[in-house]
């Protein structure tokens, strides 16, 4: 059973980019980190309490592994699927 992903992608001749297998579960990772990111904005909107420091460092966190994750992702299914 093969996983895939697919990233639609208008700048690309085949329309999108077709993520297979490792590329597409490090690409989950990336969606999930985006995911608690944007959770953690919602979060601090509703939080009544003075703590935007705790909230903002989380998102931080979320990004600094969001982004490798999805660049990596990405070239890797670019890389193997040319």
Not at 21 to 50: E, F, K, Q
Not at 53 to 71: C, Q, T, V
């Amino acid at each position: 059973m093969s996983q895939s992903l697919i990233l639609p992608w208008q700048q690309c001749k085949r329309r999108g980019v077709h993520l297979h297998d490792v590329p597409a579960w490090i690409m989950y990772g990336a969606i999930i980190c985006a995911c608690t990111v944007l959770l953690s904005v919602v979060l601090d909107h509703y939080d009544r309490r003075n703590n935007e420091k705790h909230y903002r460092m989380f998102a931080s966190i979320g990004e600094f592994l969001g982004w490798p994750f999805f660049a990596v992702s990405l070239l890797w299914g670019i890389v193997n699927g040319a």
